[in-house]
């Protein structure tokens, strides 16, 4: 048994948790989310204060689901509540970003500017054209927005140049050496 799917889910105060046959249902302060509870494990909510994951099969793959469940159900939770957000900065000489209705403007060193689409339920904050914030309330969507915006131009390892998370260490290699 898992040991994470056996600690309950405490709800905070103005969350509405809400169960279908296999859906459950979170609404907050800051949204609603909603996730497919996969074969094998069990949501129960009891008094409207605590969520508690059990496994209601001893297969396999209900014994690898019960942590995992727990742990989205929790995410869901907090992402209504408080919400998340993911750090990107630009280190290199003219790179910049500015933000535009739902459209993310990148000037990387490339030829021409890059453009990408922000997703509904994401927003974006462009603070002194060098460090962007990522936030929303699916943890998930958060995470994704940010790595395919780092994947535009990962830090290179020589200089350092590209976008890098926030208090990422990139690994420096040595140059060339001049011959003597």
Do not use: W
Not at 31 to 53: A, D, F, K, Q, R
Not at 80 to 109: H, M, N, P, W
Not at 110 to 136: A, T
Request: proline share 4%.
């Amino acid at each position: 048994m898992s040991r994470v799917g056996k600690k309950p889910v405490i709800i905070p105060q103005g969350v509405k948790i809400s169960r279908d046959k296999s859906t459950v249902n979170v609404q907050g302060p800051k949204g609603i989310l909603s996730m497919e509870i996969p074969y094998g494990v069990e949501v129960t909510i009891n008094n409207g204060t605590i969520i508690e994951v059990k496994t209601s099969s001893e297969t396999r793959k209900g014994k690898a689901y019960h942590g995992l469940v727990r742990t989205l159900v929790a995410n869901m939770v907090m992402g209504v509540t408080v919400g998340f957000q993911k750090g990107l900065e630009l280190s290199g000489i003219g790179y910049r970003a500015e933000k535009s209705d739902d459209i993310l403007r990148l000037v990387l060193g490339f030829s021409s500017p890059l453009e990408y689409r922000i997703p509904k339920g994401i927003d974006v904050k462009v603070d002194k054209q060098v460090n962007i914030m990522v936030s929303g309330i699916d943890k998930q969507l958060v995470g994704r927005v940010a790595a395919e915006i780092r994947d535009l131009k990962k830090p290179e390892p020589y200089k350092g140049k590209g976008i890098r998370y926030v208090g990422e260490k990139v690994r420096r290699k040595v140059g060339k050496s001049v011959g003597a």
